[in-house]
C-alpha cells in the first residue's frame, strides 16, 4: 500500500525556521513529480511548492518565493520542504503529494497520492 508520510512540523516562532520531510512507502520517489500543499480550516487547499521528476525542476508559489526550498534526496526516498522566515500565514497543515502524471504544478487535482500531514503553528 502506497503511504506518504511527512513529518518535521511543529511550533515555532515567527522568523524561525522547519523541514518537512516526505517519505514514502511502497514508491520510488525520484519517478514522481511531488508537491507540497498547505490548508487552513474553512479554506482551499493551496499549493505551495513542487519539484519535477528527472530535472527537479521547482516552482514555488508567491507567497513563499524567497522563504522556502523544495528538495530531494532520491537515496532516502524522501522530499524535503525548508521553510524559513516563517510567518504566522504560513500556520497550516502541510501535506505532500505525488503524481506519476507528466504536469508538474500545484492542482491538487493532478496529484495521486497523498500524505496525512503535518501541523506548522507560527506564533509568538
Not at 35 to 41: A, D, L, N
Not at 52 to 59: D, F, V
Not at 79 to 97: F, G, H
Amino acid at each position: 500500500q502506497v503511504q506518504l508520510v511527512e513529518s518535521g512540523g511543529g511550533f515555532v516562532q515567527p522568523g524561525g525556521s522547519l523541514r518537512l520531510s516526505c517519505a514514502a512507502s511502497e514508491l520510488t520517489l525520484d519517478y514522481f513529480n511531488i508537491g507540497w500543499f498547505r490548508q487552513v480550516p474553512g479554506k482551499e487547499r493551496e499549493g505551495v511548492s513542487c519539484i519535477s521528476r528527472g530535472n527537479g525542476s521547482t516552482y514555488y508559489a508567491d507567497s513563499v518565493k524567497g522563504r522556502f526550498t523544495i528538495s530531494r534526496d532520491n537515496g532516502k526516498n524522501t522530499v524535503y520542504l525548508q521553510m524559513n522566515s516563517l510567518k504566522p500565514e504560513d500556520t497550516a497543515v502541510y501535506y505532500c503529494a505525488a503524481t506519476g502524471g507528466q504536469r508538474v504544478g500545484t492542482d491538487a487535482d493532478m496529484y495521486e497520492f497523498w500524505g496525512q500531514g503535518t501541523q506548522v503553528t507560527v506564533s509568538s
